[in-house]
């Protein structure tokens, strides 16, 4: 589907073309009508919630629109405009076209003549897809066993992590079952990843501020009631992801330890996963376990060990837990108790001057390397071609 944003100052003008657009239902998805040029960050805003492939573009206001072109290109290589608009004389065919437009639609738009355009946009998105900057900055959360305090590492590193950052970064429950970050951080939100998941296909810059919470610095996304029955398919959890990518320069997870499909996704797409157990014997023989079964998914080589609740004389080794479980230890940290119990009563983050907070800070500082984020472009899906019943080889040819 081929992801299509209007923006039009005129609002019959640009309800005519939405209309056209739904003519081809199946093949162009309509994100959004914008009814005005909208300025630089709130453009910013709009393609970073949707990533349109193409923007149509009205030319009623020759300047606006010639900025506007400027900005999109300043935004996302790749990305197709087609202009638009009530007439098209000279002048408008002039100033698109030196904008570096290429097609033109005026109203009324007629089935072929969009038909014509999108096929020409197509084209062109084929040999260089949009690409729009998207971080790679995701670590996730596994506990090896239930208990092993993998939920109060994940919010206290993502609260050090974020301080001084305020907003980049978002902290996401996925413990369907039995998340805990909305008790923890005394969140009052209604809403949580059940709806996201839900909205994921419509996600956008207005419904996204209505999901999450911002506590500690961060945003935070959390798992809601209880709903074992809560269905979470692939293609949600990724366009979630897709959308989240966009909009944070970085991602924490918190899992169950129940390895469902949807974490496994998270954990593909995560730059680092961190297997949280204690230096006993039952969570060091899950973590072995669970190493094993992250072997066959092809990610143990981002998987290290967190190893928590330290005591001052643990029974094992870092070296004998290494090797024990067949994973580094990325770091340590110590039990606790008082400061860790002292933070879940007042719904606070763990104080930065305790041990366990000192060593969540040095743990956050040295997590995220200041590496640009990635660019992603969107792979076209064989279906639009076959909508137009044109071969992508043909198309090629044509061109
Ligand atoms: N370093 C620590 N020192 C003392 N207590 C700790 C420490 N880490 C966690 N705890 C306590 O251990 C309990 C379990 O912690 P937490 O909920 O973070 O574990 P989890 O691995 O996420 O569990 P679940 O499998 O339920 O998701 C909590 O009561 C928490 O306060
Ligand atoms: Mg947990």
């Not at 400027?70 to 202009?83: H, K, M, N, P, V």
């Not at 000279?90 to 096929?119: I, K, W």
């Not at 076209?380 to 044109?390: D, R, T």
């Amino acid at each position: 589907m081929l992801r299509t944003i209007i923006i039009s100052p005129e609002p019959g003008i640009g309800e005519r073309l939405g209309e056209a657009l739904s003519g081809f239902d199946g093949a162009v998805q309509l994100c959004r009508v914008v009814d005005k040029y909208p300025d630089g960050s709130e453009l910013a805003r709009i393609l970073r919630a949707h990533a349109p492939e193409v923007i149509f573009l009205s030319f009623e206001d020759t300047q606006r629109a010639v900025a506007t072109v400027r900005y999109l290109e300043s935004q996302s290589a790749g990305l197709q405009i087609i202009a638009f608009n009530a007439v098209c004389d000279a002048t408008h065919l002039r100033e698109s076209m030196r904008a570096g437009v290429r097609e033109f639609l005026t109203d009324p738009f007629d089935e072929e003549t969009v038909r014509d355009a999108l096929r020409n946009v197509n084209m062109q998105l084929q040999k260089k897809p949009p690409v729009y900057e998207s971080t790679n900055q995701i670590v996730s959360f596994l506990p090896s066993k239930a208990g092993a305090g993998c939920t109060t590492l994940a919010m206290n590193i993502s609260a050090a992590m974020a301080r001084g950052k305020e907003g980049t970064l978002l902290l996401t429950d996925l413990d369907l079952n039995s998340g805990m970050l909305r008790f923890l951080m005394k969140l009052a939100n209604e809403y949580s990843l059940s709806d996201a998941v839900e909205m994921s296909a419509a996600m956008d810059e207005n419904i996204w501020p209505q999901l999450i919470t911002s506590k500690f610095g961060m945003d935070v996304l959390h798992a809601g009631r209880v709903n074992p029955n809560i269905r979470v398919e692939p293609t949600q959890v990724q366009s979630l992801i897709q959308f989240m990518r966009r909009n944070y320069e970085a991602l924490v997870f918190d899992m169950s330890g129940n390895l469902e499909r949807y974490s496994i996704e998270v954990m593909q797409e995560s730059r680092r996963v961190f297997l949280v157990c204690t230096p006993e014997i039952p969570s060091l023989h899950l973590a072995r376990e669970k190493m094993g079964f992250l072997k066959t998914l092809g990610v143990d080589s981002k998987v290290s060990l967190l190893l928590n609740r330290v005591q001052k004389k643990p029974p094992f080794t870092v070296a004998q837990v290494e090797e024990l479980v067949g994973a580094t230890v990325a770091a340590s940290f110590s039990n606790d108790y008082f400061a860790v119990s002292r933070a879940t009563t007042a719904g606070q983050a763990l104080d930065p001057q305790s041990v366990i907070g000192q060593q969540c800070a040095a743990f956050a500082a040295g997590l995220f390397d200041r590496r640009p984020p990635v660019a992603t472009g969107e792979k076209k899906s064989k279906k639009f071609l076959e909508y137009f019943n044109v071969g992508a080889q043909q198309l090629a040819s044509q061109d």
